[in-house]
Nanobody
């Protein structure tokens, strides 16, 4: 079993940057492909980005492509989401998740372990 804890959320102005982190404990993170999802009030949870176990393959939602970068440091058991050129519509609770499925999953059912999430608010 793995426990995931997100950090780094906060309030930022439109056009600004923020990096959120996801620290894992319990098992080595290299055993899992990792994903970031977000959920805004009144909306369904949506896929943001994912990264393979080795970190060599990534995938992004069209809405964040070119602005967000997912990365991982398996030695530190941590996954990151660097968010640049933030927009008000990026405001949401961002959650990381771990998948035991081989390959990269872009839907929530593909992930077994979830963190509690961190709030990101982008002001206009």
């Amino acid at each position: 079993q793995v426990q995931l804890v997100e950090s780094g959320g906060g309030l930022v102005q439109a056009g600004g940057s923020l990096r959120v982190s996801c620290a894992a404990s319990g098992r080595t993170l290299s055993s899992y492909a990792m994903g970031w999802f977000r959920q805004a009030p009144g909306k369904e949870r949506e896929f943001v980005a994912a990264i393979s176990r080795s970190g060599t393959t990534t995938r992004y939602a069209d809405s964040v492509k070119g602005r967000f970068t997912i990365s991982r440091d398996n030695a530190k058991n941590t996954v990151y989401l660097q968010m640049n050129s933030l927009k008000p519509e990026d405001t949401a609770v961002y959650s990381c998740a771990a998948s035991t499925i081989v390959g990269i999953m872009t839907t929530p059912p593909g992930y077994y372990y979830w963190g509690q999430g961190t709030q990101v608010t982008v002001s206009s």
